[in-house]
């Protein structure tokens, strides 16, 4: 609770070329839940990114933060990423990893037609047939020598495999991404201006992405009731009292 309220108020690049083997992470009204079910995974990531502007006005209402909304995509952190490694960062590299084959090598076209000089170090799809299979392609990541990795597989497997990179030794800087690698198959802006402009991204994926009609519940419901409770039992414990349950 307190790292989600804490977290980073900018993310300047700079920052993250001085960097060696972190892990970040953005967390939204939906995967909230899951945070509270694994503690410990969200925990051991060095940074934590807010998702979600009903997420920012709460934190803003409950813990007096501004703080805004950034996730790895086109509206935010890629675009800034992808613009560094194609210009000034030229020389660093990148991995992906996520999404189905045929999807990501349609992702992957769209990134080199529009950033034709960010060098991408390699890319694979994000099932794996076993747990053999699975530590191959930590190996061959670590292997790549890449600057930065994308890691789209869904929350908590992406943290996981995030960690697990990092656990093997690999030196660059992690981004996990949720849908992005899926979501810039057939256009590398997957949100319309309009949206951005109104941030309407999540329903926007409602409408347009099949099965997330059952995260509308999270999203409006569960969410802020969970988190203001989780407000309160943490305030709590820090003013050293208990609450009654």
């Not at 189905?100 to 000089?117: D, G, W």
């Amino acid at each position: 609770m307190r790292k989600i309220a804490d977290s980073a108020y900018t993310y300047p690049i700079g920052t993250f070329i001085a960097e060696n083997g972190r892990v970040y992470t953005c967390v939204n009204p939906y995967s909230y839940h899951l945070v509270r079910c694994h503690p410990e995974l969200y925990e051991s990531m060095d940074g934590l990114f807010v998702d979600g502007m009903t997420m920012c006005w709460l934190i803003r209402l409950l813990w007096g933060r501004r703080v805004p909304r950034l996730s790895f995509d086109m509206s935010s952190m890629a675009a800034d990423l992808f613009s560094y490694l194609n210009g000034r960062g030229v020389g660093r590299s990148i991995y992906f990893l996520g999404t189905r084959q045929e999807t990501l090598e349609r992702t992957i076209a769209q990134f080199r037609k529009s950033y034709p000089s960010m060098a991408i170090a390699g890319y694979r799809n994000g099932y794996f047939i076993d747990v053999e299979d699975r530590c191959k392609a930590i190996a061959d990541i670590v292997s790549a020598g890449s600057d930065f990795t994308i890691v789209g597989m869904g929350s908590p497997l992406q943290e996981q495999f995030a960690l697990d990179l990092k656990n093997a030794g690999y030196k660059g800087i992690v981004f996990t991404c949720g849908g992005f690698l899926h979501q810039s198959a057939n256009a590398i802006n997957y949100y319309p201006d309009w949206v951005n402009k109104y941030n309407l991204r999540a329903f926007y994926r409602l409408f347009h992405e099949k099965g997330l009609w059952g995260r509308l519940y999270n999203v409006l419901i569960e969410f802020p009731v969970l988190f203001t409770w989780d407000t309160f039992v943490t305030k709590c414990a820090v003013s050293g009292s208990r609450p009654r349950v």
